[in-house]
T-cell receptor, first 112, second 113 residues
């Protein structure tokens, strides 16, 4: 149990376009999901906390208008990177809470 | 904010050797977690520790929650090639699923067959 999926697993896009990443808890319900970003050879950095039915809580320095989060149901949270730029290229990982945090497999974003 | 100091940063060992890594913090945590991350994958939970002094095993892995609640260690016995990866410790600010995890910088483990 406690399986979390992400889609897509990787995406390449042109600068200025928007990209949506989905995070699903497959076998449990999660009122809270988290979005992280990880740059090469670095640790995970929390971007925002996504709560079902309410606004996400963003960490300091993370632009909420650039990284739109929607937690529409107890099993789905989406992260949309709006007007993506090359510096947004990174590995984005979500987690869902069930006693503790279980992570998805990550989405690698490359912005050209 | 809270920070975790994880050491060593990297380890190169021979298959069959035991491994030890640890995390320390200047502040206390209610929960300590250890994750393993393979390249291009998300972290996988190895062991969760909920009580100070708790010693928990998962196969060849053993982890302890320090009495002071400011540190934790992870031991891997009789390492094998598939143990290769990056190990992260993480502290939870407060109990419950809504807590934010604070991650260490990771320990990169390489195992020579």
């Amino acid at each position: 149990g406690a399986v979390v999926s992400q889609h897509p697993s990787w995406v390449i896009c042109k600068s200025g376009t928007s990209v949506k990443i989905e995070c699903r808890s497959l076998d449990f319900q999660a009122t809270t999901m988290f979005w992280y970003r990880q740059f090469p050879k670095q640790s995970l950095m929390l971007m925002a906390t996504s709560n079902e039915g309410s606004k996400a809580t963003y960490e300091q320095g993370v632009e909420k208008d650039k990284f739109l989060i929607n937690h529409a149901s107890l099993t789905l949270s989406t992260l949309t990177v709006t007007s993506a730029h090359p510096e947004d290229s990174s590995f984005y990982i979500c987690s869902a809470s069930r006693e503790t945090q279980y992570f998805g497999p990550g989405t690698r974003l490359l912005v050209l | 904010g809270q920070q975790l100091n994880q050491s060593p940063q990297s380890m190169f060992i021979q298959e069959g050797e035991d491994v030890s890594m640890n995390c320390t913090s200047s502040s206390i945590f209610n929960t300590w977690l250890w994750y393993k991350q393979d390249p291009g994958e998300g972290p996988v939970l190895l062991i969760a520790l909920y009580k100070a002094g708790e010693l928990t095993s998962n196969g060849r892995l053993t982890a302890q929650f320090g009495i002071t609640r400011k540190d934790s260690f992870l031991n891997i016995s009789a390492s094998i090639p598939s143990d290769v990866g990056i190990y992260f410790c993480a502290g939870l600010n407060y109990g419950g699923s809504q807590g934010n995890l604070i991650f260490g910088k990771g320990t990169k483990l390489s195992v020579k067959p």
